[in-house]
């Protein structure tokens, strides 16, 4: 009943069907006095002002009735399912916990800097990294140094710089002086730095063979967490694409569960834990920097 009385109501509001049916009656009254005057000039001017207002609110009226109706049924209908469109992506991504996507890793990084990230949590959480090469946050050591200070556990999984596969490098887009940089990074700024400030936190470097088409960030610190997928579709930031996910929510604890599962296979080649370094195989040769 709803749907036929919307379908039969016209566009037209009231006042405007009023004002419509006034000048029809208006342009008939005009001609029918032209009728009766003998005056030429007078009994013309009446008849065409009569005939120019009964044609012209007359066809608006018939464009209401014909046409208009027709096409705001179907703008309303469109609209509508724009409308519920929307509310169920809304939801879905709610229910799954997205809280945010970014078409470039730029934006992510501009909006959401890890480091704040890390400001906002309390001492004592964990920050894991899967990725191919760990080269922006490598550039960035004051982000570990600032997580292990406030007694982070720090996991950081990077691919072998001596991997012979080279589908897993050319595929994805990661060139190996990238590993070599991160790996360089972590060995002349963070390591002198673990041994002299003895921080509270630990961290963990593993190392990875497998084919990477995305990175992953989980950073919690009891009831507040994050998730970050960036899934790369080439090398500059642009060209990639970044969901922010709710670490409680069902999509951040699938991902949890998958790098769980790829950070247990992952091979450990550094280990801080208890104020001391208790394994450094980072200058062993197959970690150290050869010609690509």
């Given at each position: 009943?709803?749907?036929?009385?919307?379908?039969?109501?016209?566009?037209?509001?009231?006042?405007?069907?009023?004002?419509?049916?006034?000048?029809?009656?208006?342009?008939?009254?005009?001609?029918?006095?032209?009728?009766?005057?003998?005056?030429?000039?007078?009994?013309?001017?009446?008849?065409?002002?009569?005939?120019?207002?009964?044609?012209?609110?007359?066809?608006?009226?018939?464009?209401?009735?014909?046409?208009?109706?027709?096409?705001?049924?179907?703008?309303?209908?469109?609209?509508?399912?724009?409308?519920?469109?929307?509310?169920?992506?809304?939801?879905?991504?709610?229910?799954?916990?997205?809280?945010?996507?970014?078409?470039?890793?730029?934006?992510?990084?501009?909006?959401?800097?890890?480091?704040?990230?890390?400001?906002?949590?309390?001492?004592?959480?964990?920050?894991?990294?899967?990725?191919?090469?760990?080269?922006?946050i490598a550039n960035k050591p004051e982000v570990l140094k600032a997580a292990l200070?406030?007694?982070?556990?720090?996991?950081?999984?990077?691919?072998?710089?001596?991997?012979?596969?080279?589908?897993?490098?050319?595929?994805?887009?990661?060139?190996?002086?990238?590993?070599?940089?991160?790996?360089?990074?972590?060995?002349?700024?963070?390591?002198?730095?673990?041994?002299?400030?003895?921080?509270?936190?630990?961290?963990?470097?593993?190392?990875?063979?497998?084919?990477?088409?995305?990175?992953?960030?989980?950073?919690?610190?009891?009831?507040?967490?994050?998730?970050?997928?960036?899934?790369?579709?080439?090398?500059?930031?642009?060209?990639?694409?970044?969901?922010?996910?709710?670490?409680?929510?069902?999509?951040?604890?699938?991902?949890?569960?998958?790098?769980?599962?790829?950070?247990?296979?992952?091979?450990?080649?550094?280990?801080?834990?208890?104020?001391?370094?208790?394994?450094?195989?980072?200058?062993?040769?197959?970690?150290?920097?050869?010609?690509?």
């Open positions: 009943m709803k749907n036929t009385a919307e379908h039969n109501s016209s566009p037209m509001p009231a006042t405007a069907k009023w004002v419509v049916v006034v000048f029809v009656l208006a342009g008939l009254l005009l001609i029918a006095v032209s009728v009766t005057i003998t005056d030429a000039f007078w009994k013309d001017l009446l008849k065409e002002l009569g005939i120019v207002l009964l044609a012209v609110f007359v066809i608006s009226w018939l464009y209401e009735i014909a046409v208009a109706e027709k096409y705001f049924t179907t703008f309303s209908r469109r609209l509508r399912d724009i409308i519920e469109s929307g509310e169920s992506l809304a939801a879905a991504c709610q229910q799954l916990g997205i809280i945010r996507i970014f078409p470039r890793r730029d934006d992510f990084d501009r909006d959401h800097p890890i480091t704040d990230m890390v400001a906002r949590l309390g001492d004592g959480g964990t920050l894991r990294i899967v990725a191919r090469s760990l080269f922006h200070s406030r007694g982070f556990q720090v996991e950081l999984c990077i691919c072998d710089s001596a991997v012979s596969d080279q589908n897993v490098l050319s595929l994805t887009d990661t060139q190996p002086a990238d590993i070599q940089a991160a790996l360089g990074a972590f060995r002349s700024e963070i390591v002198p730095w673990l041994q002299e400030k003895k921080p509270s936190g630990s961290v963990e470097v593993k190392t990875h063979t497998h084919l990477l088409f995305d990175s992953f960030l989980h950073i919690e610190s009891g009831s507040m967490g994050w998730v970050v997928l960036d899934l790369s579709f080439g090398r500059d930031l642009s060209a990639k694409r970044v969901f922010l996910i709710d670490a409680f929510k069902p999509f951040g604890l699938d991902l949890k569960r998958r790098y769980d599962r790829f950070w247990r296979q992952a091979t450990t080649v550094f280990k801080y834990a208890h104020s001391g370094v208790a394994l450094n195989s980072l200058d062993t040769p197959s970690n150290l920097p050869h010609a690509p």
